[in-house]
C-alpha cells in the first residue's frame, strides 16, 4: 500500500513539474509575442523618421512580415499550450506542432530583427 501511494505522489509531483514548465515556456512566448509588437511599432517609427530623405527598402517589408510571423506562431504555440495544460499531458503531435510553431516564432523575430538592423545601418552613415 505504501508503495502505491509514493507512486501516485511522484506521478503527482510529474504533473506539477510539466504544468509548471508550460507556464514557463507560455511566458516566453508571451514575452515574444511583446517584444514582436513592439518591434513593429519601433519599425513605424523608423520609417518616419529615419527614412524621410531616403525611401525604405524592401528588407523593412521583410521584417515586418517576420515580425507577424512570429506572433501568429507564439500565439499557436501558447493556445496549444492552454488548450493542454488542464490535464497536464501533450500527444506527441501536439508536442511536435509545439516546438515548430515556438521554433519558427523565435527564428522569424531573429530575422526580423537582422533585416531592421541591416535596413538602418545605411541610413546612420
Known amino acids: 500500500n ?5 507512486k501516485v505522489q511522484s ?8 504544468l509548471e514548465t508550460y507556464k514557463l515556456v507560455f511566458d516566453l512566448m508571451k514575452h515574444l509575442t511583446t ?7 519601433i519599425l513605424i517609427a523608423l520609417i518616419e523618421k529615419i ?7 524592401p528588407l523593412l517589408a521583410f521584417s515586418f512580415g517576420g ?6 506562431f507564439a500565439i499557436v504555440a501558447m ?3 492552454a488548450f493542454t495544460a488542464a490535464d497536464g499531458i501533450l500527444t506527441d503531435g501536439e508536442k511536435n506542432v509545439f516546438a515548430i510553431s515556438a521554433t ?9 530583427i537582422c533585416f ?10
Open 2 to 6: 505504501r508503495g502505491k501511494t509514493l
Open 11 to 18: 506521478a503527482s509531483v510529474l504533473i506539477n513539474k510539466k
Open 35 to 41: 517584444l514582436s509588437s513592439g518591434s513593429i511599432l
Open 51 to 57: 527614412f524621410r530623405t531616403t525611401p525604405p527598402t
Open 67 to 72: 515580425f507577424c510571423f512570429s506572433i501568429i
Open 79 to 81: 493556445m496549444l499550450l
Open 104 to 112: 519558427l516564432s523565435a527564428v522569424f523575430f531573429g530575422i526580423a
Open 116 to 125: 531592421v538592423v541591416i535596413a538602418a545601418v545605411p541610413s546612420f552613415s
